[in-house]
Structure formats: structure tokens, C-alpha cells
Nanobody, 123 residues
Framework: VQLQACGGGLVQAGGSLRLSCAAS????????MGWFRQAPGKEREFVAA????????YYAESVKGRFTISRDNAKNMVYLRMDSLKPEDTAVYYC?????????????????WGQGTLVTVSS
């Protein structure tokens, strides 16, 4: 399994970015796709996830209403649209593939991880 994330960069507070993740080596529609992030000196945390049908989505409270996760099953791609960015959104963002069986998303649900893309939000 390979997950290749891209789209990170430097943006001013209030700005927007769209992260993309290309997946290969897996039957994409069988997996829930997720985004996690790790800020400097902090533990990795859940950001958003989307089930195979793209109907069911999950968001961390800190990003609800600002971030939107989507997927294109025909292209094996997952996206994270980030609007109204804040300095506290600064982190390395990771794409992950897994199986979420409950209504609560856990990092342990995800067994495949990408290399991460850095998002820096300046104040």
C-alpha cells in the first residue's frame, strides 16, 4: 500500500489549502480514508475521515465547519479542503487508510499511512 500526500505549504491565517492523497496497492473502495496531523511537540491527532461511499464523514471538533474531506473512488484519491486556517492548524498532515467499524474514529483503525505533508499557517 502506498499513500502519497501533497498540497501542503505556507499560508496566512484565514487562507485555504487543499491536500490530496493518491492511494495505490489497495482496493480503495474497501477502505475508510482519513487525515491526521501532528504539530511540533504534540501527539498525532485525528482530523477527518470518510467512508467508502463518501456519505459518512467524521471530523474532529476543532476543524468542523472549516475542513471538508472528500474522495474520488474512480481515481483512488482523497482530499482535504481546509478553509479559514488558523496558526494552530500548523502541522504535518498524514493520509491514512483503514477500517472504521464504529461511530468513533481511532488512530488504531488505520493500518496504512502516507509520508505526510507540512502545512504552516502564519499569523
Amino acid at each position: 500500500v502506498q499513500l502519497q500526500a501533497c498540497g501542503g505549504g505556507l499560508v496566512q491565517a484565514g487562507g485555504s489549502l487543499r491536500l490530496s492523497c493518491a492511494a495505490s496497492g489497495l482496493t480503495f473502495i474497501r477502505y475508510t480514508m482519513g487525515w491526521f496531523r501532528q504539530a511540533p511537540g504534540k501527539e498525532r491527532e485525528f482530523v477527518a475521515a470518510i467512508k467508502w461511499s463518501a456519505i459518512t464523514t467524521y471530523y474532529a471538533e476543532s476543524v468542523k465547519g472549516r475542513f471538508t474531506i472528500s474522495r474520488d473512488n474512480a481515481k483512488n484519491m482523497v482530499y482535504l479542503r481546509m478553509d479559514s486556517l488558523k496558526p494552530e492548524d500548523t502541522a504535518v498532515y498524514y493520509c491514512a487508510a483503514g477500517v472504521v467499524a464504529s461511530s468513533v474514529v481511532s488512530e488504531t483503525d488505520f493500518g496504512s499511512w502516507g509520508q505526510g505533508t507540512l502545512v504552516t499557517v502564519s499569523s
